[in-house]
């Protein structure tokens, strides 16, 4: 398998350093911008960029304006580096289309354990079947298991499933799952949404609980210990 590129963004060389350094170790290959404008400049020459990590405050060009300028032509994966955790800002970066954040300090063995979830996820060559907390997915055969018996889905309910379980433990905008489950070129309302989730817990049994609600913003699939 190929190695994957990861684009570290942040002004402190030894932030950058002590990325790298752990992401390297995971086999991973590393690509280090300073500043927005350098990040920006790397990001359309490398073309086969796997996944970035980017610092909001930075001279220059800040995250946010990376952000959107990336957003303008890549999907890619990004997750943000932020010192404050401000409500505010979290929800602007879920409207920009953040993937992930993750805020200063951090221990950068969970920052990799993110990186890898991320990327498992959006991986093209992921598994056929996931097998999480009692729930079976048969991407192949589009069937749901759960705990040896079958539930009946609709498609978008299989795959909205599907884009939960893969996330695991992240929280998702239902803008982001609109557009993931319903495709970037749906203009939908966020209530489709709510309305599929609500089907889905309740076909799910006592295994729907699985689905957090995060008030305010969307939806977390997580596997309640015990």
């Known amino acids: 398998m190929d190695t994957l590129k990861i684009l570290v963004v942040d ?24 500043d927005g404008e350098e990040a920006v400049d790397v990001f359309f020459a490398q073309k086969d960029i796997a996944l970035v990590l980017l610092d909001v405050m930075m001279p220059r060009m800040d995250g ?26 979290e929800l602007q970066g879920f409207s920009l289309g953040v993937d992930e954040y993750i805020s ?15 990327l498992r996820r959006t991986n093209v060559a992921s598994a056929d079947s996931v097998n999480v907390g009692g729930i079976c997915i ?17 498609f978008k309910e299989f795959e909205l499933l599907t884009y939960l379980v893969e996330s695991q433990g992240i929280a998702l905008s239902r803008e982001k799952i609109l557009n993931n489950v319903w495709n970037y070129d749906y203009f939908g309302d ?18 729907g609980e699985y689905i957090k609600t995060i008030w305010g913003m969307g939806y977390k699939f997580e596997v309640s210990e015990g």
Request: aromatic letters at 4%; charged letters at 35%.
């Open 11 to 34: 002004d402190e060389a030894r932030m950058r350093k002590l990325v790298k350094d752990f992401l390297t170790n995971k086999g991973f290959g590393v690509i280090e911008a300073g």
């Open 64 to 89: 946010w304006e990376v952000l959107r300028t990336i957003r303008k032509h890549s999907q890619v994966p990004v997750i943000m580096l932020t010192a404050r955790s401000e409500e505010r800002d």
């Open 104 to 118: 200063k300090p951090f221990s950068p063995k969970i920052l990799v354990a993110r990186v890898e979830a991320i």
């Open 138 to 154: 048969d991407k192949a055969a589009h069937q749901v298991t759960i705990d040896g018996q079958e539930i009946d889905l609709s």
């Open 190 to 207: 966020a209530r489709t949404v709510d309305t599929h989730v609500k089907k889905l817990r309740s076909k799910m049994g006592e295994k």
